[in-house]
């Protein structure tokens, strides 16, 4: 008899997580806007007769699913069984979005076709790769009598889900009553599924009570009435917006999404980041549609809620390398989290990679230590280390410096293992491994603006410290969580216990 695995300690992302989570299949409903996205791409040689305009001569026509409908797509393409439920009109467009859909896995008995209706359509038009215009094709209001039809319809479109999420960007399926009809539904679902909201302002749907809501930084900002600062200090901003958001959107827990700068958790008992590794510019789409979708379907199959925002940012990541509205398949989230197996850097090619980043004015954090076996302490802590600067080193202890130091039986994950699983987090940017006594070498070579280290003692009572401050760095102690040592996991491990985590 087989057993499914317990990921409610998961902290690895490793190559085998995404298919782990599809293997699991969840059952996911999504309510809400449903679009489609045109992608069309020409040459520009000459200006118009007619005015000032340029011609394009279009040589390639694209579509694909949008708005709700791309984030059903990234479930569907994730593993997850997915039903989506909404309104499209009774056109060549609706026609068009139904076959994408239903090609991709969407069951789409749902998706009401309705004459009177426009599918909401966005075509970009471009060339040489630069978005010339968009063009909006969402003239027509949804009639009243379409959203009571599709909410007579949501009590079974919910029914034994593992999660529901709303889209709601205000082209008009989640008006005219709808959000006490959707929260009705939901509340009414047998065991109360995970709900996850993604909306333009998550305020209106606080009579649900959701388990997340996830707006954008423009969002948010709208949300609160106030301009968020640029950049890099949004992030610190809003974790101290934190009660306000959550009381603004009766959510359990506020995932902003900002772009580059990744995401920031906002909950009563957890603070957590990710950040992202941003491509060159492409004409890309619907990152936030794929960052919902693993969102979800790592918190509807049990991983801890962080580990999930891990999972999403990589997602999200994958997509950002592509062009159009894009969707994040099980194999490509695997390859892209494989890749970090072979990232450790040799001393040369690390201190040239540090050269580079201090050119640019970043500042570098560096800490050290073995990391084996993954859990909550280290991940809390790596992520604290991040925040302490632009650029976070973690220096691993080779497997025999490890044996030196915990013994015979350690380590038990050797350190490619170590290296790949702690190369895949989102707030470590340079994995390199030491094999000296100490780390001093290492240090004197990197020359730290941070060196962190966590436990309980004070700085004095490092060897490190003096080589730190002889290079004009300084020591940080982070915060010690004395019951997440790795021992304490192995021996939980060993005695079949369970360790139990939100």
Excluded at 228 to 256: E, I, N, S, W
């Amino acid at each position: 008899m087989t057993t499914t695995p317990d990921l409610s300690s998961q902290r690895a992302l490793s190559d085998t997580l995404p298919h782990v989570l599809a293997e699991r299949r969840p059952e996911v409903t999504v309510i809400g806007d449903v679009m489609l996205d045109g992608w069309w791409t020409g040459n520009i040689e000459r200006m118009c007769r007619e005015a000032p305009a340029p011609v394009v001569d279009l040589l390639r026509r694209e579509f694909s699913p949008g708005g709700a409908a791309n984030t059903a797509m990234n479930l569907a393409a994730l593993g997850a069984k997915v039903t989506l439920a909404g309104i499209v009109g009774m056109d060549a467009n609706g026609e068009r979005l139904k076959a994408l859909l239903h090609d991709g896995g969407v069951d789409v008995r749902y998706l009401l076709q309705l004459p009177g209706v426009v599918t909401p359509t966005k075509i970009r038009v471009s060339s040489a790769g630069q978005i010339m215009f968009r063009l909006d094709d969402c003239a027509a209001p949804v009639p009243e009598d379409a959203t009571d039809t599709l909410a007579g319809l949501l009590p079974e479109a919910v029914a034994g889900r593992d999660a529901v999420i709303i889209c709601d960007y205000g082209t008009g399926t989640l008006e005219n009553g709808m959000i006490g009809k959707v929260a009705a539904a939901v509340g009414l679902a047998k065991g109360r599924p995970l709900t996850v909201v993604d909306a333009h302002d998550p305020r209106c749907w606080s009579v649900l009570e959701p388990d997340l809501v996830t707006p954008n930084a423009m969002e948010a900002s709208r949300m609160l009435g106030i301009k968020l600062p640029d950049g890099p200090a949004r992030a610190p901003f809003l974790a101290g917006q934190r009660d306000r958001m959550l009381q603004l959107t009766g959510a359990k827990a506020v995932v902003a999404t900002l772009d580059r700068d990744g995401t920031i958790l906002l909950t009563d008992g957890t603070s957590h980041r990710t950040w992202a590794r941003p491509a060159t510019e492409k004409q890309a789409s619907g990152a936030g549609d794929t960052f919902v979708a693993a969102l979800t379907i790592g918190r509807a199959c049990g991983l801890p809620l962080t580990t999930s925002l891990d999972l999403a940012q990589a997602a999200a990541d994958v997509v950002v390398q592509q062009a159009g509205t894009a969707i994040c398949r099980t194999e490509e989230l695997s390859r892209y989290l494989g890749s970090f197996a072979e990232t450790t850097l040799e001393p040369a090619e690390l201190m040239a990679r540090l050269g580079s980043e201090r050119a640019h004015g970043k500042r570098i954090v560096l800490t050290n230590g073995c990391f084996d076996v993954l859990h909550r302490g280290h991940t809390r802590y790596l992520n604290q280390a991040r925040q302490l600067g632009d650029v976070l080193v973690v220096a691993l202890n080779s497997d025999e410096s490890v044996r030196k130091l915990k013994g015979p039986g350690r380590p038990i994950n050797h350190v490619a293992d170590r290296a790949a699983v702690i190369g895949a987090l989102s707030c470590v940017d340079y994995v390199t491994v030491f094999d000296t006594p100490t780390p001093i070498p290492l240090i004197q070579q990197i020359r730290p603006e941070i060196y962190a280290k966590g436990g309980d003692y004070t700085p004095a009572m490092l060897a490190e410290t003096a080589a730190v401050e002889e290079c004009g760095g300084e020591v940080a102690i982070l915060d010690y969580v004395a019951e997440q040592s790795t021992s304490a996991v192995v021996e939980r491990i060993r005695n079949g216990a369970r360790e139990v985590e939100a």
